[in-house]
């Protein structure tokens, strides 16, 4: 069963960086597409990042491009979100996601495209 833990949230400024980790546990990682998606209270999880079980193949949602960057480390089975240029409207917890299902080299976008969730990490920029 795949596991997720994030880690690497906490509060910073705004123009601050902060760089997420999630480590992935249960599954032969270079098999999975994973994605980052955040969540205000009041509002559904959207979106932030995702990458392709390769690496090759990397979506962001329009309100972080340029900003944030998503990337893996298959050997380490980790995925990382490094954020810069972060903005009040950053503030979020921030969701690790997995896809276990069959899956083509692709960066799935959708939160019904994935199947593991980690506990999520707060991510807090002040102004």
């Known amino acids: 069963q795949v596991q997720l833990v994030e880690s690497g949230g906490g509060l910073v400024q705004a123009g601050g960086s902060l760089r997420l980790s999630c480590a992935f546990s249960?599954?032969?990682?270079?098999?999975?597409?994973m994605g980052w998606f955040r969540q205000v209270p009041g509002k559904e999880r959207e979106f932030v990042a995702g990458?392709?079980?390769?690496?090759?193949?990397?979506s962001s949602a329009n309100s972080v491009k340029g900003r944030f960057t998503i990337s893996r480390d298959n050997a380490a089975n980790t995925v990382i979100l490094q954020m810069n240029s972060l903005k009040p409207e950053d503030t979020a917890v921030y969701y690790c996601?997995?896809?276990?299902?069959?899956?083509?080299?692709?960066?799935?976008?959708?939160?019904?495209?994935?199947?593991?969730w980690g506990q999520g990490t707060q991510v807090t920029v002040s102004s």
């Open positions: 996601a997995a896809r276990a299902r069959p899956s083509a080299s692709y960066a799935y976008t959708r939160r019904d495209e994935y199947d593991a």
């Open positions: 249960g599954g032969t990682f270079s098999r999975h597409p």
């Open positions: 990458i392709s079980w390769s690496g090759g193949v990397t």
